[in-house]
């Protein structure tokens, strides 16, 4: 077989070597070489049970992608710079292995209904494990907060003291973000679950295919439902884009906490030297550099969300060529988010905690001020009245350099004869976390319920990637039986 592009019948001039450059999607698309050869024993096998080949032309079709799969495998497969893309190069890999008889693998297919199978396919499996390296930093945090759930800080709202709460409670809100990211991964990839083979360019093919049988073979649950929809459509890359994008927002929301925290203004946590670097000319410095770096690349994952919705934006139905750089930036997504997250779960489970420097920055901020304002409720002052009074207390303390549990009984009676002396029983911030003992709240007995649902979570979506994962490797190994 020639090496030509196998649509270069319908031409008579050469095409100019930059523009075969310009086009070629090898950088990118060679990732998608397994899939395009599963996708082709699934073809192929289809194509001899209804008869559409004769049976002999398929089993030894069958036999050549086979050995392709076999050569991949040990690394001997070589990619041939000068054909456009992956999908021509198995052809003509196949074709120069087993003869003209291999050109009838592409009878009832396009590239277009191809390639947007493979990508499928390719997405799948790296869907899965960008969900256990998420998962993997989740447990990360769950670890923590099982060893934190006593260790008081404080809590912020617009970086200002707010209230007292657990390191615990801290860490288990970022596992819950990150637990939201790995579902809704696993929820786009349910509504990817669809195989496009069989659409062939755009208008579905004249063969009587059984696009059942193929979208089985490959571990789908059914075949998509409109030829046109199937090779045109992005929309699962652009929904995983976002997956990607909402994970590395996240991540970088907990870097910048860790990234402060490990400053000497704070003195929080200190990051273990496996995951830190130092100066070039500051001998003292210890800089959080694999925090700052995972912060710095959730500019990229976004950038790539947006490349794909403005890449997608102005396209007619169906296939346009512009699909083609789909594929990079969700690649790098994914790969990113992974690495981050794996990351970021080694450097969280090796660095340390100053219990004491947290607890002592309690102190500041009169953050037990909202339990003195629920004291006085609780005595039956409606909460504006009793808001307005701890105001005043607060601005006294400020003026007299204390805090409110430096008060007299006397003192406090000035604001509100209410006050006795079990408003003492109140004000220790170890007090106010273990008063909040609603469901979610930050006390040590509802950071054991959150311990637990977080758990439960994790291990439910390990079972989903479990099934997802023997699904898939069944389909495989039902490929490549011999014929």
């Given at each position: 077989m020639s090496k030509q592009a196998l649509w270069s019948g319908r031409f008579e001039?050469?095409?100019?070597?930059?523009?075969l450059r310009f086009t070629s999607s090898l950088d990118v698309d060679s990732a998608l070489a397994f899939y395009d050869v599963m996708g082709s024993l699934a073809h192929v096998r289809m194509l001899k049970k209804c008869k559409?080949?004769?049976?002999?032309?398929?089993?030894?079709?069958?036999?050549?992608?086979?050995?392709?799969?076999?050569?991949?495998?040990?690394?001997?497969?070589?990619?041939?710079?000068?054909?456009?893309?992956?999908?021509?190069?198995?052809?003509?890999?196949?074709?120069?292995?087993?003869?003209?008889?291999?050109?009838?693998?592409?009878?009832g297919r396009s590239r277009n209904d191809q390639v947007a199978t493979d990508l499928r396919m390719y997405l799948r499996d790296v869907v899965l494990e960008t969900v256990l390296d998420i998962d993997e930093l989740i447990m990360s945090l769950i670890d923590l907060a099982k060893?934190?759930?006593?260790?008081?800080?404080?809590g912020f709202t617009h970086m200002q003291h707010a209230q007292p709460i657990t390191l615990a409670q801290h860490m288990l809100a970022h596992a819950f973000r990150f637990s939201r990211d790995a579902d809704r991964f696993l929820d786009a990839m349910e509504r990817m679950d669809k195989c496009p083979l069989g659409s062939a360019a755009l208008a579905g093919t004249t063969y009587p295919i059984d696009r059942d049988m193929t979208s089985k073979l490959l571990g789908f649950k059914a075949p998509t439902e409109n030829s046109m929809d199937s090779v045109g459509s992005r929309d699962n890359v652009l929904e995983l884009s976002f997956c990607a994008s909402a994970t590395a927002v996240d991540l970088s929301s907990l870097c910048e906490e860790l990234i402060l925290w490990s400053s000497q203004e704070f003195g929080f946590i200190e990051i273990a030297d496996a995951y830190s670097t130092g100066s070039s000319i500051m001998p003292q410095k210890k800089n959080p550099d694999i925090a700052e770096l995972v912060r710095g690349k959730a500019g990229s994952v976004i950038g790539s969300m947006i490349s794909s919705l403005v890449m997608m934006k102005g396209l007619p139905l169906s296939y346009n060529r512009d699909l083609q750089e789909d594929k990079g930036a969700i690649m790098d997504s994914l790969n990113t988010v992974s690495d981050c997250a794996h990351m970021m779960a080694?450097?969280?489970?090796?660095m340390s905690v100053d219990s004491k420097r947290m607890l002592e920055a309690t102190e500041k901020g009169f953050i037990n001020a909202t339990d003195m304002a629920d004291y006085l409720v609780v005595k039956g002052v409606p909460f504006r009245e009793a808001h307005g009074i701890v105001g005043e207390a607060v601005r006294y303390c400020i003026e007299k350099k204390k805090r409110l549990e430096d008060l007299s009984i006397e003192q406090f009676k000035k604001f509100s004869p209410l006050i006795e002396k079990d408003i003492f029983d109140i004000l220790p911030v170890a007090s106010c976390v273990e008063r909040r003992t609603s469901y979610g709240g930050t006390s040590s007995l509802s950071t054991d319920i959150q311990i637990s649902e977080a758990i439960s979570s994790l291990m439910a979506r390990e079972e989903i990637i479990r099934q997802e994962t023997q699904l898939i490797e069944s389909c495989w190994n039902e490929l490549l039986k011999e014929v």
């Open positions: 001039g050469k095409t100019d070597e930059s523009v559409i080949i004769p049976a002999k032309d398929a089993d030894k079709i069958i036999k050549g992608l086979i050995t392709i799969v076999d050569k991949m495998e040990k690394g001997e497969f070589v990619i041939d710079d000068s054909l456009e893309d992956i999908h021509t190069n198995v052809e003509f890999k196949l074709t120069e292995m087993i003869g003209p008889v291999g050109g009838k693998l592409h009878t060893n934190h759930g006593n260790t008081v800080m404080p080694k450097m969280i489970s090796t």
